[in-house]
């Protein structure tokens, strides 16, 4: 049994849809079912013009101290997960590993090594083991479009920026909503 032309480009334009609606459906899960919590955001950047209105983030978890992974060893790219703790009104790093957390009853964040970590087996000299370097995470929550026009003349510079944030039991993040000065923004 031959397939048409026809055949053949709805089926492409089918599973493009699929595709987009697992997405949307994956988000979605996240956001219903997933616990929330407040990150303090130190913002980054406010407007890129080939991409329009959109900020950059890094929160207070982005920039661990090597110590907080124990004695294991993180490279580049390394997928961890950073075990969470409310301190105030905000969530702050407790410990990062690179295996999943075990127990029910603890919030983690799951992110990727983009800096800090180990690139060689050079890097495993024993003095680098106890160095207070920061090994950098992200979440892919670091970016927040931002309605057309909402973001021109904005600054959160000496502003109080909060991230609520939607994880699930799996350590999967979706950014629901940015507190600028306790007031949703925009």
Known sequence: MEM???????????LQILIIF?????KMAVLTGGTEILLKIEP????????????????SISNLDSYLFGNEQVRNGDTVYVVLRQ????????????TKPATDNQIFIKGKVASGGLESQAELLPQQ?????????????????????????????????????SVDENGNAVL???????KPWP
Not at 4 to 14: E, N
Not at 22 to 26: A, D, K, P, Q
Not at 91 to 96: D, I, P, S, V
Request: proline share 3%; aromatic share 18%; charged share 25%.
């Open 176 to 182: 629901k909503q940015i507190y600028v000065d306790d």
């Open 22 to 26: 697992s997405i949307v459906i994956f």
């Open 129 to 165: 083991r106890f160095s207070r370097s920061r090994i950098h995470i992200v979440y892919g929550i670091e970016e927040y479009y931002i309605p057309e026009g909402k973001g021109r003349g904005f600054s959160f510079w000496n502003k109080e920026a909060i991230a609520k944030v």
């Open 87 to 98: 301190s105030g009104k905000y969530w702050t790093a407790q410990k990062a590993q690179k």
């Open 44 to 59: 980054i950047d406010p407007r890129d013009p080939l991409r329009g209105d959109y900020a950059t983030f890094q929160y």
């Open 4 to 14: 048409t032309k026809q055949t053949k480009f709805i089926l492409a334009i089918a």
